[in-house]
């Protein structure tokens, strides 16, 4: 079955981290641009970060940059999104996606090969 699992959220306190998991299975994510979305209660689903297929590079949202970071494993076939100094605008359901033919992006319009299931993210003391 071709799937994209993530995994890896949870409760944590502002300034805490998180690391997310994307993993797949039935496909090779290295041949995908992997693309993490966010989607808070009453807001629309926005583009957190990207990391391409074509040369590796990483991209983020402005209110991430230099808190998240993406990452590869494809031993493991899994894209992981460590989050640090988490705040509580950090608080949504994220959604991994893969699309084969896209370079980079962070559109969540654009139409993935495939998408997550999410995973809840909550940042609160």
């Known amino acids: 079955q071709l799937q994209l699992v993530e995994s890896g959220g949870g409760l944590v306190q502002p300034g805490g981290s998180l690391r997310l998991s994307c993993a797949a299975s039935?496909?090779?994510?290295?041949?995908?641009?992997i693309v993490w979305f966010r989607q808070a209660p009453g807001k629309e689903r926005e583009g957190v970060s990207c990391?391409?297929?074509?040369?590796?590079?990483?991209y983020y949202r402005d209110s991430v940059k230099g808190r998240f970071t993406i990452s590869r494993d494809n031993a493991k076939n899994t894209v992981y999104l460590q989050m640090n100094s988490l705040k509580p605008e950090d608080t949504a359901v994220y959604y991994c996606?893969?699309?084969?033919?896209?370079?980079?992006?962070?559109?969540?319009?654009?139409?993935?090969?495939?998408w997550g299931q999410g995973t809840q993210v909550t940042v609160s003391s």
């Open positions: 039935g496909f090779t994510l290295d041949d995908y641009t």
């Open positions: 996606a893969a699309d084969r033919a896209l370079d980079y992006g962070l559109d969540p319009k654009y139409m993935y090969d495939y």
């Open positions: 990391i391409s297929s074509m040369d590796g590079s990483t």
